[in-house]
């Protein structure tokens, strides 16, 4: 059975940074591309970032470009988000997500977590 | 960039009629476009891929159509299970998803 579990959200400060995790199993963690995706209530869901099965190719949305770093450890099976410059609208629930695609990564999400909280007030 | 407008943003309706939510993309995007349902402290659950083809497990009231820049989801008949938000998603250049449209009971 496939499981991706987020965890590291919490409250920050803009300007802060955070780190996001998500422990996968139940596949070939190596294999497969690996994105984040955000929900908002204003916004519905926000693609932000993905990362090929062997972290050679990376993609930023423009509203992350410069702040989020995404990056794997493949030994492992962990996917992150590293969150700096924190804003106030980067609040929102943050979901990863399995590429359903073995060694592609423009292709659909067939597994997603429940998400973690990320707050970002004073 | 790719946009996707879906519509309606909220749709009410009563168990057993049938629903269409439709979803436009600013250009073509063939058939790479996917279907999400979203429940509170849920996770995601895929519905449709290649804009029709049904995701092992979801029942057979759930459908999709179109191609293009023209897509709809449809639910022959809704079941309790069903109330919802439903995404669509564009995968053909990056992902882009639409605004949702949450199915509310009526």
């Known amino acids: 059975e496939v499981l991706l579990l987020e965890s590291g959200g919490a409250l920050v400060q803009p300007g802060g940074s955070l780190r996001l995790s998500c422990a996968a199993s139940?596949?070939?963690?190596?294999?497969?591309?690996m994105s984040w995706v955000r929900q908002t209530p204003g916004k519905g869901l926000e693609w932000i970032s993905a990362?090929?099965?062997?972290?050679?190719?990376?993609y930023y949305a423009d509203s992350v470009k410069g702040r989020f770093t995404i990056s794997r450890d493949n030994s492992k099976n962990t996917l992150y988000l590293q969150m700096n410059s924190l804003r106030a609208e980067d609040t929102a629930l943050y979901y990863c997500?399995?590429?359903?695609?073995?060694?592609?990564?423009?292709?659909?999400?067939?597994?997603w977590g429940q998400g973690t909280l990320v707050t970002v007030s004073s | 960039d790719i946009q996707m407008t879906q519509s309606p943003s909220t749709l009410s309706a009563s168990v057993g009629d049938r629903v269409t939510i439709t979803c436009r993309a600013s250009q073509s995007i063939s058939r790479w476009l996917a279907w999400y349902q979203l429940k509170p402290r849920r996770a995601p659950k895929l519905l449709i891929y290649e804009a029709s083809s049904l995701e092992s497990g979801v029942p057979s009231r759930f459908s999709g159509s179109g191609s293009g820049t023209e897509f709809t989801l449809t639910i022959s008949s809704l079941q309790p299970d069903d109330f919802a938000t439903y995404y669509c998603q564009q995968y053909n250049i990056y992902w882009t998803f639409g605004q949702g449209t949450k199915v509310e009971i009526k």
């Open positions: 997500a399995k590429v359903r695609v073995p060694a592609s990564i423009t292709e659909y999400f067939d597994y």
């Open positions: 139940g596949f070939t963690f190596s294999n497969y591309a």
């Open positions: 990362i090929s099965g062997g972290s050679r190719s990376t």
